[in-house]
């Protein structure tokens, strides 16, 4: 079947009132483009979880798990192009409750990490909050001219938004760290993302339940 060409100008409603059509992402570019990025988290998640697990540091582990998180929601938005709004909101349900479980990890992570365990090296960090950076960055470049539409494809761009401004926060930590010698920065840092991610996930979760409601 032919996709029809979508348009920002106003169109007829059965109804006979004009309503704006808003970008849905239902075209072959923009799911060619949502699949790069989702190629650029899974590679991102890979070399930052590595450095995680070998410095036991809560900021690179609540980076890594948010570039994971990142790569099955971008995934989740891909599958849902073009649905109905409940297969869109019941998948929205998915991505908060996912995102709040992340949270919950991290945090119990950083509180742990706060009992026991060396200060990380700080170069580390700063080096893999670089990267975490570097690959947000290439996906936002990707994503811009994507950054208005429905919810589905804002929520992609403003997800892309705050992880590069989450990767300036993890490399920030770790030139803390690096001058205190002190694992503190790492883990207030890790403690701050986990926090982050659940006012994230209510929000979603909350304004899925509503769209569900509607729905029904």
């Known amino acids: ?117 060396a200060p990380p090296e700080g170069f580390v960090i700063t080096g893999l909050g670089a990267l975490g950076f570097f690959a947000n960055a290439l996906a936002a470049l990707l994503l811009v001219r994507h950054r208005e539409g429905d919810a589905n494809v804002r929520s992609v761009w403003l997800c892309t938004r705050n992880d590069l401004i989450q990767s300036v926060v993890v490399a920030g930590t770790g030139l803390a760290v690096w001058l205190t010698a002190s694992r503190w920065p790492d883990l207030i840092a890790g403690a701050i993302l986990a926090v982050v991610f659940l006012q994230s996930a209510w929000s979603i979760l909350k304004q899925s339940r509503a769209e569900l409601k509607a729905a029904a």
């Open 1 to 117: 079947m032919t996709e029809r060409p979508l348009s920002s100008e106003p169109a007829a409603s059965g109804c006979g009132c004009g309503a704006t059509v808003k970008f849905d992402g239902a075209t072959p570019a923009y799911r060619r483009i949502l699949m790069a990025v989702i190629a650029i988290n899974g590679a991102a998640f890979l070399a930052i979880a590595g450095g995680a697990a070998l410095q036991g540091s809560a900021a690179l582990g609540a980076n890594a798990l948010d570039f994971l998180a990142d790569a099955a929601t971008y995934g989740i938005s891909l599958a849902v192009i073009g649905r109905t709004v409940a297969v869109r909101s019941g998948a929205a349900l998915v991505k908060g409750a996912s995102l709040a479980a992340l949270a919950l990890f991290i945090l119990g992570y950083a509180i742990w990490r706060a009992t026991s365990g």
